[in-house]
């Protein structure tokens, strides 16, 4: 861990912790109206919301984070990271905050081991899902929601060119598209290759995971492209990697669920019933679990702001990822049940796609603001 962190309350508006993310802090630790630790809060949550930083405070945009002790073992830190989809975890130590843990800070211990000399070929994404110099932006935003990721490879042809991330767009038009900040309203169907990053950071993939961990660490990114020759191979996410590892060091079996709730106080205790879904997803994994390998599944599960029938809306997203690649299934509904099946539905059509071969269909451009 380390021992310097900057402190934001929940408060205080959103523009303050903008000042304090560009004076070199990576992750604020938010703190409550008693000074105690509330979550956490990065600059990707920040750029998720188009509200107005000037007016919107802080409590609409944290993130809630477990914590770990000084003494606790660098594989637990490592997996309440995967399970939270978090990068930073708050250290308490006797009721007070004695520092950060970042996965930076793990993976650059493990790559020190035998676990560094693992081949780039073995942890990353083959043949992701990109996105061409000419498309526009509201198709790379659909890919984007479809498949549950914030970045996407340009290509050229089959050269990668440039790399799109959800925060250029979100910087560059949605923004000014809503009269936030600097900049000129223009609508999605501005082309890619506008907006994108021609900065392409990249390795082989015969290299050893320690070169591209230390590559993500110098040019602080979050992902790596796997590229030969120029054209796409695949893509070596951060926490990817850091989900590798816990797999690896925890001796998983082949096929590892998690569950992944924000604001669980949300979920009532008749309706998130563990042991349910543990049986829906059941079938789920003798079906595919062949096909798919020694992989891992992550079910992320959120509520809306939506009511129906004394149901609450409920927004679910399953990931699978492992030596077949990576499938993500968004789903929402009038309930915790509902929505886990919808994204079970989407999930399953895409590695079904991927048994028979075919590519998957385009999808429809659908509303930003929901989305984000």
């Known amino acids: 861990m380390r021992k310097e962190f900057e402190g934001i309350r929940l408060d205080e508006p959103l523009s303050k912790a903008i000042g304090k993310l560009e004076d070199g802090w990576d992750v ?18 920040i750029v998720r919301t188009l509200a107005d930083p000037s007016t919107t405070k802080v409590r609409s945009v944290y993130r809630r984070a477990p914590s770990v002790s000084p003494d606790e073992g660098v594989l637990r830190a490592a997996m309440l990271m995967v399970e939270n989809d978090l990068r930073y975890l708050p250290v308490i130590s006797d009721g007070a905050i004695a520092g950060v843990v970042g996965d930076e800070a793990i993976l650059a211990v493990a790559v020190k081991t035998p676990f560094g000399n693992l081949k780039v070929s073995e942890l990353m994404i083959p043949n992701p899902v990109s996105v061409g110099v000419d498309d526009s932006v509201a198709r790379a935003l659909a890919i984007m929601r479809r498949e549950g990721i914030s970045r996407l490879p340009v290509l050229r042809g089959d050269r990668v060119v440039g790399v799109l991330s959800l925060r250029d767009i979100v910087e560059k038009v949605l923004r ?32 050893e995971v320690r070169k591209a961990v230390e590559l993500m660490m110098k040019r602080d990114v979050a992902s790596v492209i796997v590229a030969e020759g120029g054209a796409l191979r695949g893509l070596l996410t951060r926490s990817g990697v850091l989900r590798e590892l816990v797999r690896i060091e925890a001796e998983a079996p082949r096929m590892v669920v998690q569950f992944s709730v924000k604001d669980p106080e949300e979920f009532e205790n008749i309706e998130f019933d563990r042991e349910k879904l543990n049986s829906m997803i059941d079938g789920f994994l003798r079906k595919y679990g062949k096909f798919l390998g020694s992989s891992y599944v992550t079910v992320y599960i959120r509520r809306g702001k939506g009511r129906k029938r004394g149901r609450r809306l409920t927004h679910c997203r399953i ?41 998957a269909d385009r999808a429809i451009v659908e509303e930003i603001l929901e989305m984000l």
Request: no cysteine; glycine share 16%.
């Open 176 to 207: 000014p598209r809503a009269g936030i900040g600097e900049g000129e309203r223009r609508p999605p169907s501005r082309r890619v290759g506008d907006l994108m990053s021609g900065d392409v950071v990249s390795v082989s993939p015969d290299d």
């Open 28 to 45: 604020l630790v938010v703190l409550d109206e008693r000074g105690e630790y509330a979550g956490v809060l990065t600059e990707k949550m």
């Open 319 to 359: 990931q699978v990822s492992g030596p077949k690649g990576m499938f993500t299934g968004v789903g929402e509904g009038w309930g915790l049940n509902q929505a886990v099946r919808y994204a079970m539905d989407a999930v399953s059509r895409q590695i079904e796609r991927a048994k028979e071969g075919k590519e």
